[in-house]
T-cell receptor, first 113, second 116 residues
Framework: NAGVTQTPKFRVLKTGQSMTLLCAQD?????MYWYRQDPGMGLRLIHY???????AKGEVPDGYNVSRLKKQNFLLGLESAAPSQTSVYFC????????????FGPGTRLTVT | AQKITQTQPGMFVQEKEAVTLDCTYD???????LFWYKQPSSGEMIFLIY??????QNATEGRYSLNFQKARKSANLVISASQLGDSAMYFC?????????????FGKGTMLLVSP
């Protein structure tokens, strides 16, 4: 039982390049989330999904796209990376909303130069 | 207005002492939940404790307890008998309302340093 895994762990991009971050969970959770963490800002929600085939915008969705084609996977895409997207990205999942805690992946450190 | 406010950027405590980390929240919903997470220097997010708005008793999990004062809209985390391994960033978060497709909103965190 691996929990929530993220690929890759580190990445350096040049401005304008694109990439996809992969999140996978093996807990059969319905809900999945993508956050970014910047110094002094806490975690901010980018996009989330409440089930396979669904996605919704969070607090800071601009510049990102997501897809949830399979229940266990949640992909975060950057079509044209910008230095402002330099951050640590966390994926999380939960069985449902409400009182269920979110389980987090180890994070991906992305630097855009 | 911020939904979650953690006013202490950093806190220092000596080993074996108790420490309280402050969290105040802003909501007009009657049904909401408050969560605390720990982030050690290794980076992972670890769930610590949960308190629901309708829970009559303060939540406790081992050395962690939540001092929930609904009228003051505060949900402070109390760590008893601090250990060196408690040194970490601590985040308070809220989900409101508890039903439907609501999501977590995090505070900016408090860095706790435990000294020997």
């Amino acid at each position: 039982n691996a929990g929530v895994t993220q690929t890759p762990k580190f990445r350096v991009l040049k401005t304008g390049q694109s990439m996809t971050l992969l999140c996978a969970q093996d807990m059969n959770h319905e809900y999945m989330y993508w956050y970014r963490q910047d110094p002094g800002m806490g975690l901010r929600l980018i996009h989330y999904s409440v089930g396979e085939g669904t996605t919704a915008k969070g607090e800071v969705p601009d510049g990102y796209n997501v897809s949830r084609l399979k229940k266990q996977n949640f992909l975060l895409g950057l079509e044209s990376a910008a230095p402002s997207q330099t951050s640590v990205y966390f994926c999380a999942s939960s069985y449902s909303g409400g009182i269920d805690e979110q389980y987090f992946g180890p994070g991906t450190r992305l630097t855009v130069t | 207005a911020q939904k979650i406010t953690q006013t202490q950027p950093g806190m220092f405590v000596q080993e074996k002492e108790a420490v309280t980390l402050d969290c105040t929240y802003d909501t007009s919903d009657q049904s909401y939940g408050l969560f605390w997470y720990k982030q050690p220097s290794s980076g992972e997010m670890i769930f610590l404790i949960y308190q629901g708005s309708y829970d009559e008793q303060n939540a406790t999990e081992g050395r962690y307890s939540l001092n929930f004062q609904k009228a003051r809209k505060s949900a402070n985390l109390v760590i008893s008998a601090s250990q060196l391994g408690d040194s970490a960033m601590y985040f308070c978060a809220m989900r409101e309302p508890l039903s439907g497709y609501s999501t977590l909103t995090f505070g900016k965190g408090t860095m706790l340093l435990v000294s020997p």
